[in-house]
């Protein structure tokens, strides 16, 4: 049977080398490869600064943490999205408020997020939906109206731009992940990145547990004062070797994602199913993260189906995402710890979508295949 992961992390030589290059070294944290990766990742963005972090819920959290964002503050977050965007905000103690998404493009819905703030507001944060930028220029004028922080949650998005600037380097700061489904993988990891060198050097002692001198800078090893509340948020020596060989082909990998998303979308086209979601919008570059498919309302009951049918013929899915936040069954149940505006379209759009992968690992020629199959499917189960 022909095997069409939906994801699979693109490990080479050069990765292989420079892990063990690593292991074999002395310093396995707080070292050299961390810094190298950071400042080069800055580089391949385009500008800022970043502090590399043991994933992007702690990059979410570490942001939070450094903006000062805690008990009794609330931030607005949209309802579809990964639950990682919500619960960093919890782990500081404030409140997610949930607000609904726009139904075309995933992103969060610009015109609610007015009707969420109340004098305890002090974020917004937004997700670059698979790879589709937000409306930034709305988000930045609503934030400077109301003199709120704005946290980009750039997990699904490097390689996402806006009128030229990566995103992320937009609102306050920015969260990007580096788990092995992404466009470049540490294993576990995330990068907080911002244009204000500031933020990101206090960022850097809250990952470290606030110490007053780094370890390099001690005179005598092991005496440290803590002069601020941190945790232990860093990514290791180890992920950062991996995360430097695979940045080297970023660039590589996403040209293969934009050019099997193009193909996938030519091979499905309109059909009386459903259709894709936009993989693009003028004005923007996307990251090309995954292709998600909508079907028609009148054949959600039949989504689990459609992707188990997928599977069956070796060709992978995924669900981008599976409920709603507050219709889960911690967030629902939990009526105390969140506020929710709407979740509607979330609501629709989460029964409604079959994730197709367009990874670096895949070809053309598979995105045929699997547009093949997927309209074979369709017409099976649909009729």
Do not use: W
């Not at 999205?81 to 992103?107: K, R, W, Y």
């Not at 610009?110 to 937004?126: F, R």
């Amino acid at each position: 049977m022909r095997q069409i992961d939906f994801a699979r992390p693109m490990i080479g030589a050069e990765e292989k080398r420079a892990v063990l290059e690593c292991l074999e070294s002395p310093q396995l944290v707080h070292g050299p490869r961390s810094i190298e990766f950071e400042n080069s990742f800055s580089l391949f963005i385009g500008g800022g600064f970043s502090t590399s972090t043991s994933s992007a819920t702690t990059a979410l959290q570490l942001a939070y943490l450094t903006l000062g964002i805690g008990n009794g503050d609330e931030v607005i977050v949209p309802s579809l999205t990964h639950v990682a965007s919500a619960n960093s905000i919890l782990s500081v103690g404030a409140t997610p408020v949930f607000v609904d998404i726009d139904s075309q493009d995933g992103n969060i819905l610009v015109s609610q997020i007015t009707q969420a703030i109340t004098p305890q507001t002090k974020a917004i944060c937004v997700v670059h939906f698979l790879g589709i930028p937000v409306d930034m220029k709305a988000i930045m004028e609503i934030a400077k109206s109301n003199n709120l922080f704005v946290v980009e949650d750039c997990a699904l998005a490097l390689g996402s731009r806006v009128q030229g600037t990566h995103v992320g380097l937009i609102g306050d700061c920015g969260a990007f992940s580096f788990y092995p489904a992404k466009h470049i993988t540490t294993g576990e990891g995330g990068m907080l990145v911002s244009k204000n060198s500031d933020l990101i050097d206090r960022a850097k002692k809250v990952k470290a547990f606030y110490y007053d001198k780094g370890v390099g800078d001690r005179k005598i090893p092991g005496l440290y004062d803590i002069v601020g509340f941190g945790l232990n948020l860093r990514m290791s020596e180890i992920a950062a070797a991996l995360g430097n060989a695979q940045l080297k082909r970023a660039s590589e990998f996403i040209l293969k994602r934009k050019n099997n998303a193009e193909e996938l979308a030519n091979c499905i086209g309109q059909n009386e199913y459903g259709q894709l979601m936009p993989i693009s919008i003028p004005g923007t570059d996307s990251s090309y993260y995954c292709a998600s498919f909508v079907l028609k309302p009148k054949y959600v009951e039949n989504r689990n189906i459609i992707a188990a049918s997928m599977n069956a013929l070796g060709i992978g899915t995924s669900i981008y995402y599976p409920i709603a936040l507050p219709e889960s069954t911690f967030y629902s149940s939990n009526p105390s710890i969140s506020r929710t505006i709407s979740s509607e379209n979330a609501s629709k759009l989460a029964n409604a979508n079959i994730a197709l992968g367009v990874g670096p690992h895949l070809e053309p020629s598979d995105m045929a295949y699997v547009a093949g199959k997927l309209l074979e499917v369709l017409k099976k189960e649909l009729g």
